[in-house]
């Protein structure tokens, strides 16, 4: 009889809320979104490919401009030979410089290649000397995805017929975690479905015996589904849990103001890296004069252009501008990319010069860029952490030898790292 006095009605409530709770918690929570989010043809990893959902558009843009006039994604055999399948016929440096100049390769006896050639008729594939490795490589992201798409339609069929065998074969990935979660929360409610069946059958039952006075008042008495929220502990739990889900997300969003990571504004003119740091190989310093000096990298007067564009494509309306800025005697308005606060001493000669890190280390691939992008946040997390990781280059350098022996007296073989020259000193980066 007292299985179901009111404490034990209250937990139940109670259990229900809290069940309820969890699972709204779990579908909102941004890690689970981050486990639902990746499209099904990114589960198919290649090593070396970058399979996110823009390089694959990216990349079919490519192929429907480039390629899909030879080629099919499939087995079929257009002009030249269907793609599927070709990532794991060929290796991936074969395939860059296959796509880049198919000629270049056969003609310098690859036997694949030349095979390859006899085999289609000597028909000639198009060279794509424009196209640089990150262009291929998306191209092929987007021929695996293709394949990935193929096989999941080719596996759901299959699916069907065996009774789920090859679905499951194919591995536990994100969508099967969706099915298991939604069926964990379906029989959740099923079990919530039949305990509040049984409470009510059994009060009804009760209600109908000959019960002392005490009793049947607690079986009369209605279930009360607001109590919960009256207890004073559970509100309680509830309250900090969301606060702290609350701090987490605003801590984050703080995190990012004033990081520009990935900011890329358009400029007056058309300058590319692509073509003069990536086609042209010119070397950053040619015009990036301060690199190895001083603090600042520069950035190079119209006077620096004017080598080369007193000749090359004087007729360029881009090319013009840079006439039209000489004329005026005004500097090209270029729009500052990098900006670190002013209370920050950042020096590119004490990076490049004496610590020998590469430009690509901290602006990324600027040879392969149209348009230059910052790719690092500049943020002092990001000094610090490299300041902690990044061992000195003191051999040869007579200025460390007495610092590299002081090291090596107190540290042993421990590597002298940036942090043990005072890397991490607030005075250095700070005025
Ligand atoms: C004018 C037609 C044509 C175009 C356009 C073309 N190809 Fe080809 N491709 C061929 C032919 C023909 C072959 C077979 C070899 C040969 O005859 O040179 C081939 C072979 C290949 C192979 C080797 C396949 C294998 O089985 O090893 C790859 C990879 C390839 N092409 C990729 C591309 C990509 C990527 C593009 C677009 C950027 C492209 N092709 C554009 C005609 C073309
Ligand atoms: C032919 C001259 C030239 C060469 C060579 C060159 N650059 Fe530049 N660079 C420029 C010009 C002009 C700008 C300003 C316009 C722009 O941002 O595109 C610039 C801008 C930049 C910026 C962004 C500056 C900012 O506003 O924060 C970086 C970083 C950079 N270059 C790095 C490099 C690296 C690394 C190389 C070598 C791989 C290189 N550059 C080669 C001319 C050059
Ligand atoms: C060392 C030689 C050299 C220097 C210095 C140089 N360029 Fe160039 N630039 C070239 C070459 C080569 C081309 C490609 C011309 C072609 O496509 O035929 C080119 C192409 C261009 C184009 C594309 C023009 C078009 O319409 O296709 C622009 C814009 C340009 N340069 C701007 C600049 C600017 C701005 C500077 C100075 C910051 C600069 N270049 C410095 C060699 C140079
Ligand atoms: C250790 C990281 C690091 C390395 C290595 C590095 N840079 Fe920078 N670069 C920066 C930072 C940080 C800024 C922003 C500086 C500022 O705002 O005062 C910057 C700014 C620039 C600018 C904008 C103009 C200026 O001087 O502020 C150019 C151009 C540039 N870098 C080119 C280069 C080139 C070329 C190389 C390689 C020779 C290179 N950088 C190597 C971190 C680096
Ligand atoms: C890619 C790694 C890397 C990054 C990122 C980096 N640094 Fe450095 N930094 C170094 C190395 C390596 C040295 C040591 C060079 C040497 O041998 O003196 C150094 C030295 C310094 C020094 C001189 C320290 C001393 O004790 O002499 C200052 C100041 C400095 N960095 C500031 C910065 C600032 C500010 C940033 C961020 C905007 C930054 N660094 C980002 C690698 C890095
Ligand atoms: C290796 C270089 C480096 C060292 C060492 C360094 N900082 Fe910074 N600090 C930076 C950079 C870069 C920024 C700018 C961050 C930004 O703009 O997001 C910064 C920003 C700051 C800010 C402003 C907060 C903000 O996000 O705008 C404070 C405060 C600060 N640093 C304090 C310190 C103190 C205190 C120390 C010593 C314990 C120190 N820093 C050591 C590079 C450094």
Not at 65 to 85: F, M
Not at 233 to 252: C, Y
Not at 295 to 316: D, F, T, V
Not at 414 to 420: A, G, I, Q, W, Y
């Amino acid at each position: 009889m007292r299985l179901l006095n009111k404490p034990n009605r209250l937990m139940l409530t109670r259990i229900c809320y809290a069940s309820i709770f969890l699972i709204v918690m779990l579908f909102s929570s941004p890690a689970w979104a981050q486990e639902v989010a990746p499209q099904d043809n990114a589960t198919q990893e290649v090593p070396g490919l970058d399979m996110s959902e823009a390089t694959i558009a990216k990349g079919k843009e490519l192929f429907v401009g480039r390629c899909q006039s030879c080629h099919a994604v499939t087995d079929e055999v257009v002009i030249g030979p269907g793609l599927k399948g070709v990532l794991e016929r060929r290796e991936l440096p074969w395939l860059l410089k296959w796509i880049r100049n198919s000629q270049a390769l056969i003609q310098s006896g690859d036997p694949t290649a030349v095979q390859l050639y006899n085999e289609y008729n000597q028909t000639q594939m198009t060279s794509f000397l424009d196209l640089s490795d990150d262009d291929i490589k998306a191209i092929l992201a987007y021929v695996k995805s293709a394949e990935n798409q193929q096989q999941e339609a080719a596996a759901d069929g299959a699916a069907q017929a065996e009774g789920g065998e090859a679905a499951q074969a194919s591995g536990l990935n994100s969508s099967y975690l969706t099915a298991i979660l939604v069926g964990l929360v379906i029989v959740l409610v099923l079990v919530l479905a039949v305990l509040l069946l049984i409470v009510s059958l059994l009060t009804r039952f009760l209600k109908n015996q000959d019960l002392p006075e005490e009793d049947l008042e607690v079986v009369n008495e209605k279930i009360d589904l607001t109590a919960p929220f009256r207890s004073k502990a559970f509100l309680t739990v509830v309250g900090v849990f969301f606060l702290l889900v609350v701090a987490k997300a605003g801590i984050d969003s703080l995190m990012d103001v004033g990081v520009q990571t990935g900011y890329a504004p358009t400029q007056p003119i058309a300058f590319s890296h692509k073509l003069h740091a990536g086609k042209y190989q010119i070397d950053c310093q040619y015009c990036h004069t301060g690199v190895r000096k001083g603090k600042s990298a520069n950035i190079p007067s119209a006077n620096i252009c004017m080598n080369c564009h007193g000749e090359i494509k004087r007729g360029s309306p881009e090319i013009q501008k840079i006439y039209a800025a000489i004329e005026k005697n005004e500097p090209i308005k270029w729009v500052r990319v990098h900006n670190l606060q002013d209370f920050v001493y950042f020096n590119h000669a004490q990076h490049v010069q004496v610590g020998q890190i590469e430009c690509q280390h901290c602006h990324g691939e600027i040879e392969k860029m149209e348009v230059v992008q910052q790719r690092s946040p500049l943020t002092m997390g990001w000094c610090i952490d490299c300041h902690r990781k990044t061992v000195v280059k003191a051999e040869g350098n007579d200025y460390y030898d007495r610092l590299l022996q002081f090291h090596k007296a107190n540290a042993g073989k421990k590597p002298m790292t940036v942090e043990d020259i005072g890397g991490l000193e607030c005075s250095k980066c700070h005025y």
